[in-house]
């Protein structure tokens, strides 16, 4: 999908650390901090599901492997057709909503 606003892919946000655990810059635009939540929130679901492949997943979620690859490594951010079948298939909310908005950046565990 491509990045709307010129936001630069979001691990290149990283200032300390590697994606997608590192801290991001002071800089980095909502985009990024939401691409960093949905990975990281992505990575636990996908291991309460057992670690699947990504064969599976591209399989099972209908949600291609590259696309899933990307999205993981900070390339790009998920569209919403993949997040919505993500979700469905883990049962799991992924994409940041209140929550990240309400606490700001400053507690934001990044």
Known sequence: MPRSGGDAAPREYVARGQWPTGRLRKDAPASAVYAQEFVNRLLK?????????????????????????????????????????????????LWPGQDLREHGRTDHPS
């Open 45 to 93: 679901a996908l291991e309460a599901r057992g670690n699947p492949s990504l064969r599976s997943i591209e399989r099972e979620a209908r949600v291609s492997r590259r696309t899933v690859e990307r999205v993981l490594a900070g390339e790009v951010l998920p569209d919403f057709g993949a997040l919505a079948r993500l979700e469905q298939w883990l049962e799991a909310d």
